[in-house]
């Protein structure tokens, strides 16, 4: 999930998102909650080690830009699930502390551990803001700081306006992915046959005929080409 850590044991889930924004446009009644499910299982701890999260919900901004979902119905979905899993990740980690870095897979993680914990020590509250954008760190990040006994309110305050900084930045990739894809899908078709004879068909009727200059007349000086 970021550069540096590799979990070992698992398949690469990366090809799946593509499936999934598959098996939500076919099950859009209730995509929101998919999706809300994905972003809070993307910030719990343990369970967003395992998930490719970020993959899944980056090709809901593609369902988007095609129109399938509501971007505000995604961006509450996503950013709500957000802020859920980490408050559940900031209190596992101030009620069972040390005992969640002994569970699989995050003992087979020290290494993670120790870089959450000096990132959490370095930038204090703003880590849990800027943790949100860092891979791995954001799995760890917000246990660390409910172990290390953060107050519950400076928590949150960093938790909610990074979630609602994330959303939309995670759904870009797949927004822009889509859009791209529908713009070269339109450069190649043809341009639609005028069907009455309003100004609008007769510019789209001229736009289509190919340009013919005008024959030269007699005494006049010659004109440029179309």
């Given at each position: 999930?970021?550069a540096?850590?590799?979990?070992t044991?698992?398949?690469?889930f990366?090809?799946y998102g593509?499936?999934l924004?598959?098996f939500?446009?076919a ?7 998919i999706?809300f499910l994905?972003a ?17 919900l980056?090709?809901a901004?593609a369902?988007v ?11 509450l979905?996503i ?13 596992l ?6 005992r ?5 897979p995050?003992s087979?993680?020290p ?9 959490f020590?370095r ?5 849990v803001f ?10 760890v990040v917000?246990?660390t ?6 107050p ?10 990074s ?11 797949g927004?822009?992915?889509w859009?791209?894809y ?7 078709r043809?341009?639609p046959?005028a069907?009455?004879?309003s ?9 289509a005929?190919p340009?013919v200059p ?5 005494g006049?000086?010659?004109k440029?080409?179309?």
């Amino acid at each position: 999930m970021g550069a540096g850590i590799v979990l070992t044991g698992f398949p690469d889930f990366a090809g799946y998102g593509t499936a999934l924004a598959g098996f939500i446009e076919a099950h859009a009644d209730w995509a929101e909650v998919i999706i809300f499910l994905m972003a809070f299982a993307e910030g719990l701890t343990l369970v967003g080690l395992l998930i490719p999260g970020v993959v899944m919900l980056t090709a809901a901004g593609a369902l988007v830009a095609a129109g399938v979902l509501d971007f505000w119905s995604v961006y509450l979905a996503i950013a709500g699930g957000a802020i859920l899993g980490d408050a559940a990740s900031y209190w596992l980690g101030r009620r069972y502390g040390e005992r969640m870095f002994r569970l699989w897979p995050l003992s087979r993680q020290p290494d993670l551990r120790r870089r959450g914990e000096a990132f959490f020590l370095r930038h204090g509250g703003k880590g849990v803001f800027l943790a949100r954008f860092i891979g791995p760190l954001r799995a760890v990040v917000p246990t660390t700081a409910g172990m290390m006994a953060m107050p519950h309110r400076k928590f949150q305050t960093f938790n909610i306006l990074s979630a609602l900084i994330w959303a939309p930045l995670l759904m870009s990739p797949g927004h822009l992915a889509w859009t791209g894809y529908d713009m070269a899908g339109s450069a190649g078709r043809a341009v639609p046959e005028a069907v009455d004879g309003s100004a609008e068909g007769k510019a789209a009727e001229g736009a289509a005929m190919p340009c013919v200059p005008a024959p030269p007349v007699e005494g006049m000086p010659e004109k440029p080409g179309c």
